[in-house]
């Protein structure tokens, strides 16, 4: 007797996987923010050459057992690079950063997304209550930044360094969907684009 779910298991097998990575993608998107956070590109970046787990937990103030844990998901999401020396001792892995994260992840690149992560990481918590949001049918803010009454726009607008900050994040926004926006329209009559109520415009 020939078992037709097996065949059936392989046919769906990239339907399994994209449905997986949808449920766990919220750890890809934690790990990015914690990263920047945690300011891990930014150390790498500093330092020009690299650095082993113990270098960026001495650094960092952060635990080492965590860090050697931590780093190694960062290389598995293309995020760092690693060199395992001959004798694989975990030790003396070292870590760089990838040419990915040099040109998008690090604040001083002109093509650097750091404020959309971070404005995106402020978001982050309210679509932990997006099933309320869905019975209520308003925003989750109040739920979530309870010590911060209002909404978003004031916790942007509560001091000039915030506003710098979320300027910037509609900047890289912009920058990184433009040549989107002109292959998807025809603009050629055009000679300069305004983000209104931003910071740029090009031409």
Known sequence: MVDKSVGKIKDNAGVIK????????????????SAIELGIFEYFHQSNCPQTARDVSENLSTNIAAT??????LVGLGFLCCEIPDDKNSEKVTYTNSADTEQFLIT?????????????????????????????????????????????????????????????????????????????????????????????YFK
């Open 68 to 73: 050697f844990r931590f780093l190694d998901a």
């Open 108 to 200: 001083s690149s002109p093509d650097s997304i750091v404020p959309l992560a971070k404005s995106s990481a402020i978001v982050y918590p309210m679509f932990m209550h997006l099933e309320w949001a869905v019975r209520e049918g308003k925003s989750q803010w109040e739920r979530v930044m309870s010590n911060f009454p209002g909404d978003f726009f004031q916790k942007v607008y509560q001091s000039e360094e915030k506003m710098v900050e979320f300027m910037g994040c509609m900047h890289g926004t912009l920058r990184q969907s433009r040549s989107w926006i002109l292959q998807s329209f025809d603009l050629s009559e055009y000679n300069t684009i305004c983000d209104l109520g931003g910071k740029l």
């Open 18 to 33: 994209s449905t997986m990575d949808l449920i766990y993608g919220f750890q890809s998107s934690r790990l990015v923010f």
